[in-house]
């Protein structure tokens, strides 16, 4: 099984900063790595696909990329409605896993 | 618009069978663009993929789970179900069904709203 990592656990960040979270695999996945963003109570929502190919309505303030091991998020411009959990996921091969999650707080 | 709905019982009791349902509408099951998964979370594991089905039946199942574990589904009814055997406090999460596809390289993107289980005596 593929363990993957994100870091930090928890950002304090303010509107309008740029940030950037990462997700690093126990082994290469190539490009295979989807991110999510979860708010309270709700199901994740896809947001970035093949490490860099943002899902349909997905605003362009995010942005992906890595392959191997290595991969990153980087919101360029946070709004109120990016105060969230981060996921990333590898679907390499089965079992596909997660990562623990990063939240972004508001600072 | 596709939209995938769980249903089942809140609460199961320890040893006993854990049974969900997902109902997907605005889109037929029978293609192999999709594929159907289960996921679940919990406080202390996080998210976890269960496993997945393809329309033709075929399934695949996390290790952890396998040997409790059954997917099936019902391509007439446009369904897909989970069985857990079994199960212990350890399987009390929020159960999630979604969709994962071709086109966006296996990644789920279409979920259910998610059902909250619980087991307890």
């Known amino acids: 099984e593929i363990v993957m990592t994100q870091s930090p656990a928890t950002l304090s960040v303010s509107p309008g900063e740029r940030v950037t979270l990462s997700c690093r695999a126990s082994q290469s996945i190539s490009t295979n790595l989807a991110w999510y963003q979860q708010k309270p109570g709700q199901a994740p929502r896809l947001l970035i696909y093949g490490a860099s190919t943002r899902a349909n309505g997905v605003s362009p303030t995010f942005s992906g990329s890595g392959s191997g091991t290595e991969f990153t998020l980087t919101i360029s411009s946070l709004q109120s409605g990016d105060f969230a959990v981060y996921y990333c996921q590898h679907y390499n091969f089965w079992p596909y896993t997660f990562g623990q999650g990063t939240k972004l707080q508001i600072k | 618009q596709v939209q995938l709905q769980e249903s089942g019982p809140g609460l199961v009791k320890p040893s006993q069978t854990l049974s969900l349902t997902c109902v997907v509408s605005g889109a037929s099951m029978v293609t192999a663009t999709y594929s159907w998964s289960w996921i679940r979370q919990s406080p202390g594991k996080g998210l976890e993929w269960i496993g997945n089905?393809?329309?033709?039946?075929?399934?695949r199942r996390n290790p952890t789970l396998e040997s409790r574990l059954s997917i099936s589904i019902d391509t007439s009814k446009n369904q897909f179900f989970l069985k857990l055997n079994s199960v212990t406090a350890a399987d009390t999460a929020v159960y999630y069904c979604?969709?994962?596809?071709?086109?966006?390289?296996?990644?789920?993107?279409?979920w259910g709203q998610g059902t909250m289980v619980s087991v307890s005596s």
């Open positions: 979604a969709r994962s596809s071709v086109v966006m390289a296996d990644a789920f993107d279409v």
């Open positions: 089905i393809f329309y033709s039946g075929t399934s």
